[in-house]
């Protein structure tokens, strides 16, 4: 279902598109970022990560509340159930896509588990990169069961019948997936590559910056690094023109559980009145949950295309050249 995901591509593309560059360039580009003592590919990194940080004034509600452990996120336990609900009503239709995107998911949420204590640790040092790589991927899960929502999940009453039930759209075409293809890049570097321990260098001796030159020698980090900060880097940018807020996906989620709650107790053996107030209740839900659905989803494409403009303003000052006339006019030589 969805494409390979090479990471070491995300590593190019920002210079490949900055560049325009033929096959031949293309080619050279690589080669400077595999080139662990390329003083090029370590200012690259280094100016990757500071455009990470100038985006970084994100409102992320009370994601950092949770100081590095999702499993203390206020939204968490509301998450996991909408997604066990949905994953179930794939399972029922054999919707495969629904299953895979679930799934994805799910595996992002386990690995951020995973990385709760470095994640923690980020949030006691206050190291401004960790915390945010935690903030956004957190929020990017977060927008993931949204997609799902918006695109998947349909409400619908039959003619012969007085209860709503809940089932997923038709799904022969795919949906508009761009939070969870973030989050598929962002499963294949932890299973791919050592992530944990790009985190864990990004924590040492308390700094709270980047310089690529420091990590020379850290080949297996470098490479991490590569990967993983401009996916970081793209959703930044995206979330810092996001007109939107987490507080809209906690309330479309909790609609989305009070629905299939309501349907659950229509089918129990209620008198007619008892299953008449049912109903009114489901209609309600319904209503404010597709008008919020809605805003998500037309909210959500705008924010795509304002982050990519802006990203790719910025991509422009991103080329060979200009690192190369930066090193060179640089009072200390990376050499």
């Known amino acids: 279902m969805f494409f390979f995901f090479d990471p070491m591509y995300s590593a190019t593309q920002v210079l490949l598109e900055s560049e325009n560059a033929s096959l031949k360039e293309q080619r050279e580009i690589q080669m400077v970022l595999e080139d662990a003592e390329s003083p090029i590919r370590n200012k690259y990194l280094e100016k990757l990560y500071d455009s990470v940080i100038s985006k970084s004034h994100i409102d992320f509600d009370n994601i950092p509340q949770s100081r590095g452990n999702i499993v203390e996120y206020v939204g968490y336990t509301n998450m996991i159930e909408v997604l066990e609900n949905i994953l179930k009503l794939a399972s029922d239709s054999k919707s495969e896509s629904v299953i895979e995107y679930t799934n994805i998911i799910k595996d992002s949420i386990s690995y951020m588990r995973t990385l709760a204590p470095i994640y923690q640790k980020g949030f006691r040092l206050k190291n401004e990169y960790v915390m945010l790589e935690y903030n956004t991927f957190v929020y990017t899960i977060i927008q993931a069961v949204s997609t799902l929502l918006y695109e998947f999940v349909d409400y619908v009453k039959k003619p012969t019948s007085k209860t709503m039930e809940i089932t997923l759209k038709n799904t022969k075409y795919r949906a508009n997936t761009y939070y969870i293809n973030q989050l598929n890049k962002f499963n294949k570097i932890n299973k791919t590559m050592q992530y944990g321990k790009f985190l864990e260098a990004m924590l040492q001796n308390d700094r709270n ?18 990967a993983i900060v401009p996916i970081t880097r793209e959703l930044v940018y995206h979330y810092y023109n996001l007109k939107s807020n987490v507080s809209d996906c906690l309330a479309q989620q909790a609609y989305f559980l009070e629905m ?31 008008r919020l659905s809605e805003k998500l989803r037309v909210t959500h494409i705008k924010s ?14 991103l080329t060979i050249d200009n690192i190369k006339k930066e090193i060179s006019d640089s009072p200390i030589t990376l050499l």
């Open 304 to 317: 795509i295309d304002s982050g990519k403009a802006s990203l790719q303003s910025d991509n422009k000052l």
């Open 209 to 226: 910056n980047f310089t690529g030159v420091e990590l020379v020698g850290l080949t297996a980090i470098i490479v991490v690094a590569l």
């Open 260 to 290: 299939n709650k309501t349907v659950i107790e229509a089918n129990s053996d209620f008198n007619e009145k008892k299953k008449a107030a049912i109903l009114m209740k489901q209609e309600k839900i319904k209503n404010l949950c597709s």
